[in-house]
């Protein structure tokens, strides 16, 4: 199993929970409709460039600014 979670930098505790839940999931002592979250596919985010390109954009004005005060 390859697993990718994002815990926004606080994820000791749902980290060790999502972790026991997965075992238990693959084990099979757990069913998918028993868990916590509901299970979904991974998609593209529509307009995924357009997204990046204004993150990005706004890093690097975020950056910029504070270098020069
Ligand atoms: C600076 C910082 C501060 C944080 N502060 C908080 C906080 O205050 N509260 C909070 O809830 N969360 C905090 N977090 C987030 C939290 O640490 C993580 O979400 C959590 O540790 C993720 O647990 P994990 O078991 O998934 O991964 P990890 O804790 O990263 O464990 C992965 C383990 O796998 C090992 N490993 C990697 N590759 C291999 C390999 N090939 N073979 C064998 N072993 C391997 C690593 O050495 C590591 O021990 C913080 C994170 C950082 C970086």
């Not at 979670?5 to 749902?14: Q, V």
């Not at 999931?25 to 028993?34: A, F, K, M, N, R």
């Amino acid at each position: 199993m390859i697993s990718f979670s994002g815990y926004n930098g606080r994820g000791i505790a749902p980290g060790t929970v999502f972790g026991k839940l997965a075992a238990a999931l693959i084990l099979g002592t757990v069913q998918e409709g028993e868990l916590p979250l509901p299970l979904s596919r991974v998609t593209r985010p529509r307009l995924g460039w357009a997204r990046e390109a204004v993150y990005e954009a706004g890093a690097q004005l975020v950056h910029a600014a504070s270098a020069r005060w």
